[in-house]
């Protein structure tokens, strides 16, 4: 017996059962022969019709997830201030005595 709990049904054609594991590459290979759809910023795999997009993103059950990992972490007081990354150059970290180093940042 098939346990239904680890297949999905492809959001772009509802007789494809995908198992959970195999999904994602599914999802590539089926989006090529379909109308684009809008792809969840929280899962993947999630992917609706635009109109529907607002619908789901209110209700995404890993956004849910991702705003109490958030609540949970800033309770601890481990989450840091937003700042835009230091962009290093890789001459900045490579030796240059180092007879194999090759700089492509110049």
């Known amino acids: 017996m098939i346990n239904n709990e680890n297949y999905a049904t492809c959001p772009y054609d509802a007789s494809h059962r995908v198992a959970r594991s195999r999904l994602q590459h599914h999802l590539i290979k089926c989006q090529k022969n379909y109308p684009p759809l809008e792809i969840c910023p929280f899962n993947a795999t999630h992917r609706y019709p ?57």
Request: hydrophobic letters at 25%; charged letters at 30%.
């Open 50 to 106: 635009a109109h529907l997009m607002k619908d789901h993103y209110k209700t995404c059950p890993n956004k849910i997830e991702k705003e109490q990992t958030l609540v949970l972490t800033s309770n601890n007081g481990t989450i840091g201030a937003k700042r835009t990354p230091i962009q290093l150059m890789q001459k900045d970290y490579l030796p240059e005595q180092d007879p194999e180093n090759e700089c492509w940042d110049d």
